[in-house]
């Protein structure tokens, strides 16, 4: 499960929902943004003093377009 948050500059984070898949979080990021695309680029956050790699594949970061609000996917914790 991935977790899809989001962000204003500035304000408070909101939770919009769980997701079974990074694909379906990333399409309501583009139904959110109205983007005219099927796809969009992240960022991720890769610790270089750590050994694991799963964690910067657990992160991941997209700044809306025309909004320039912040959305991060995070992997659900169990």
Same mark, same amino acid.
């Given at each position: 499960?991935?977790?899809?948050?989001?962000?204003?500059?500035?304000?408070?984070?909101?939770?919009?929902? =769980?997701?079974?898949?990074?694909?379906?979080? *990333?399409?309501?990021?583009? #139904?959110?943004?109205?983007?005219?695309?099927? $796809?969009?680029?992240?960022?991720?956050?890769?610790?270089?003093?750590?050994?694991?790699?799963? =964690?910067?594949?657990?992160?991941?970061?997209? *700044?809306?377009?025309?909004? #320039?609000?912040?959305?991060?996917?995070?992997? $659900?914790?169990?």
């Amino acid at each position: 499960m991935w977790q899809l948050r989001t962000s204003d500059r500035g304000e408070p984070w909101t939770d919009l929902g =769980e997701f079974d898949s990074v694909t379906a979080a *990333t399409r309501k990021i583009i #139904e959110l943004e109205e983007y005219p695309v099927t $796809a969009v680029f992240f960022q991720m956050l890769v610790e270089t003093k750590g050994d694991h790699e799963q =964690e910067a594949f657990a992160h991941l970061e997209h *700044t809306g377009l025309s909004t #320039e609000r912040c959305y991060v996917i995070t992997r $659900a914790r169990l």
